[in-house]
């Protein structure tokens, strides 16, 4: 298991790009890492992942706008967010899985608003 930092949120207008960083405590090169958000009165849902292959996974909203990457040499996994929109405002969390199974791991948010 491994402690998760998020960074990098804040308030921006529609078009606007954010990037996120999640800084692990710990190797992640093995972890299925994902990006998760939750915005008020809504269940947290997945936005994307990236397992330790590299492959990707988006949800359809935000597929062709956001881009989640990882850095293993830094512990570090990113969401690039691109032409934000309004309904993209939300506590974003990172989520570390370990292919050994057992609890995930997750960050403390970090807010991301778009609003004009």
């Known amino acids: 298991q491994v402690q998760l930092v998020e960074s990098g949120g804040g308030l921006v207008q529609p078009g606007g790009s954010l990037r996120l960083s999640c800084a692990a405590s710990?190797?992640?090169?093995?972890?299925?890492m994902a990006w998760y958000r939750q915005a008020p009165g809504k269940q947290r849902e997945l936005v994307a992942r990236?397992?330790?292959?590299?492959?990707?996974n988006y949800a359809d909203s935000v597929k062709g706008r956001f881009t989640i990457s990882r850095d293993n040499a830094k512990n570090t996994v990113y969401l690039q967010m691109n032409t934000l929109k309004p309904e993209d405002t939300a506590v974003y969390y990172c989520?570390?899985?370990?292919?050994?199974?057992?609890?995930?791991?997750w960050g403390q948010g970090t807010q991301v608003t778009v609003s004009s």
């Open positions: 989520n570390a899985a370990s292919p050994f199974g057992g609890l995930s791991s």
């Open positions: 710990g190797s992640i090169s093995s972890y299925s």
């Open positions: 990236v397992l330790g292959g590299s492959s990707t």
